[in-house]
């Protein structure tokens, strides 16, 4: 089964509510004849309703960059995923490097939001990626294998059937370092390897398995012609529509 695409845009605390709009309406504009591939963008929370209303009959999806794993309560300062439903918004994004080294997250924490985003039938696309400590110790898989397997406890198969994983090597974000080839190849075969071990092979096969990490117009072409690519997860160059259109456009 061919898997489609899917390339998203994570705009992380950048653009106020006007100009996330105006970026994304560029975007939807370049983007209008594009069918092969998904297109998600990742807003802030206040700019989510805003880009959504939009982006209504157009190729761009929304997405939410966090996400709290409780429906509602005393938990100031936070969102629920009926809140994110409620702006338009189809993924959320669970579980990146950001949230994990600045705002304390755990595999556990993590593991509660994936099930909440599943239950409230967004589609999770959950963050996993080791330091360059860690690569330098030879640690890098069994890193990876702590964050998949904690991070997706409890949860079978039927509850995972939209899951998206995001492999960004924590070394290679914003930083203009790029995994090689060969180290995403080795990453991502080992990901289904394991999706299969953990579920089935009908689900590893079918699981779309981004990378993530300083990607850019450069580098797009290769990265998605390994077969274990299915996308990508953009950072800075996704603010640019014009730029961003082009990792859209990737060669296949």
């Known amino acids: 089964m061919k898997r489609t ?8 605390m950048y653009k106020t509510g006007s100009k996330a709009v105006k970026t994304a309406e560029k975007l939807a504009r370049l983007s ?35 996400m709290h794993h409780e429906k509602q309560g005393a938990y100031t300062g936070e969102v629920s995923a009926d809140m994110i439903k ?34 409230a039938a967004l589609i999770p ?3 996993i990626g080791e330091s360059e ?10 890193v ?16 995972l059937s ?9 070394w290679a974000i914003g930083t203009g370092k790029t995994a090689s080839v060969d180290q995403v190849n080795e990453v991502h075969k080992y990901l289904r ?16 398995i981004l990378y993530g990490g300083s990607v850019k117009p450069e580098n797009v072409n290769e990265l998605m012609a390994l077969e274990d690519v299915d996308g990508a997860l953009v950072g800075g160059a996704s603010l640019d529509p014009e730029k961003f259109i082009k990792i859209i456009g990737f060669e296949s």
Request: charged share 30%.
């Open 5 to 12: 695409p899917l390339i998203a845009g994570n705009w992380k």
């Open 193 to 208: 390897s394991l999706m299969a071990q953990l579920f089935s092979d009908d689900f590893a096969e079918n699981i779309r």
């Open 86 to 119: 409620d702006a338009k918004a189809e993924y959320v994004i669970i579980g990146h490097s950001e949230r994990r080294q600045f705002f304390g997250e755990t595999d556990d924490a993590i593991a509660k939001k994936i099930k909440a985003a599943t239950q």
């Open 144 to 159: 990876l294998d702590k964050q998949v397997k904690n991070g997706l406890k409890d949860l079978d198969s039927e509850d």
């Open 32 to 66: 209008k004849d594009i069918n092969s591939v998904d297109i998600m963008i990742a807003p802030t929370y206040l700019s989510l309703p805003l880009v959504a209303e939009k982006l209504i009959g157009t190729n761009v999806k929304i997405g939410a960059q966090n």
């Open 162 to 170: 939209t899951l998206v994983l995001a492999y960004e090597p924590i």
């Open 133 to 142: 400590k860690d690569r330098d110790e030879n640690n890098t898989f069994s």
């Open 125 to 127: 696309v959950m963050c």
